[in-house]
């Protein structure tokens, strides 16, 4: 799947929303998430199977202008409102992520070379 497949997909997901985010904006978060799934993967260009992640992550991402992020919220005797956010969007993906870096170090065969003593 292209970027274009995983646009369509996060636009998809975002019907319904009174407000659009624009194509330029889709398409830049959706090359931070697969950046940032390529690094804790090992690998050079994202794997077909973390595509769906990528897009999962992409509209978390962008509902957190929506309050979806939000891990804590308290009003203080002031009436003062704070806010906190979760600091690591992929987080929730720790397993499927790990399981999809073994893959990539296997070259993509889920089994590890055989081990030769010498």
């Known amino acids: 799947m292209a970027t274009a497949d995983m646009l369509d997909r996060v636009t998809t997901r975002l019907t319904g929303w009174e407000v659009q985010p624009s194509e330029v904006e889709l398409l830049e978060d959706i090359q931070t998430i697969s950046d940032r799934v390529c690094l804790r993967v090992g690998a050079g260009e ?59 170090d296997d070259g993509g065969t889920g089994h590890r070379p055989p081990v030769r003593f010498i």
Request: proline fraction near 2%.
């Open 46 to 104: 994202l794997p077909a199977l973390a595509e769906s992640i990528v897009v999962d992550a992409t509209v978390k991402m962008l509902n957190r202008v929506r309050f979806e992020g939000i891990s804590s919220e308290s009003v203080g005797q002031t009436g003062t409102i704070t806010t906190s956010f979760v600091d690591d969007i992929l987080a929730e993906y720790a397993d499927e992520l790990s399981s999809l870096s073994d893959l990539v």
